[in-house]
């Protein structure tokens, strides 16, 4: 089966960039959506289809895709982004998620 | 305002059965599909199964296939999870998630089911 790949952490200083990326074969056929979760809540989305913002989310966030890859951009990272972000996309068989990545704004 | 709340999780032995519902409110939830997703402790999100808006399409992921059932009941806008022989891997949040702007734009917050002995 499908699966999507992910570093499982990255650290970021306050108010800079950084990317959190998401590999897998079903990224060539299906866009990626990255999802947000803080201990003890449930998932949000942040980033949908090409590039796209539930209404709501700040938009420093920003999502882009080449080949296999997906990749979540943060420009200008907060306190309030330390979180763990999850990639998933649709596959042929159903849904597949990534081994999510733990965000540390230092 | 759209709402999505599970229940129905517990603590339930290994090989017993618990059904999961989930109520939704602030959509037309005969429009959508749902998803249900799993999270054990510690662990990362796990796809469990999905259901399209007229219950035609179903599917589930391969570790609950054969032990759970999904359906839904548009005429009372609700979703639920039918979980036969529990085992201990089973054990995690619960969250139902609606399928629209992507698989899971909206989520509830998700009820715990523990197996244990």
């Known amino acids: 089966s499908s699966e999507l790949t992910q570093d499982p952490a990255v650290s970021v200083a306050l108010g800079q960039t950084v990317r959190i990326t998401c590999q897998g074969d079903s990224l060539r056929s299906y866009y990626a959506s990255w999802y947000q979760q803080k201990p003890g809540q449930a998932p949000v989305l942040v980033i949908y289809?090409?590039?796209n913002r539930p209404s709501g989310i700040p938009d420093r966030f920003s999502g882009s895709s080449s080949g296999n890859t997906a990749s979540l951009t943060i420009t200008g990272a907060q306190a309030e982004d330390e979180a763990d972000y999850y990639c998933n996309s649709r596959d042929s068989s159903g849904i597949i998620f990534g081994g999510g990545t733990k965000l540390t704004v230092l | 305002e759209v709402q999505l709340v599970e229940s129905g999780g517990g603590l339930v032995k290994p090989g017993g059965s618990l059904r999961l519902s989930c109520a939704a409110s602030?959509?037309?939830?005969?429009?959508?599909?749902m998803n249900w997703v799993r999270q054990a402790p510690g662990k990362g999100l796990e796809w469990v199964s999905s259901i399209s808006s007229s219950s035609s399409y179903i599917y589930y992921a391969d570790s609950v296939k054969g032990r759970f059932t999904i359906s839904r009941d548009n005429a009372k806008n609700s979703l639920y999870l039918q979980m036969n022989s529990l085992r201990a891997e089973d054990t995690a949040v619960y969250y139902c998630a609606r399928d629209g702007l992507a698989t899971g734009d909206y989520w509830g917050q998700g009820t715990l089911v523990t197996v244990s002995s």
């Open positions: 602030g959509f037309t939830f005969s429009s959508y599909s």
């Open positions: 289809g090409k590039n």
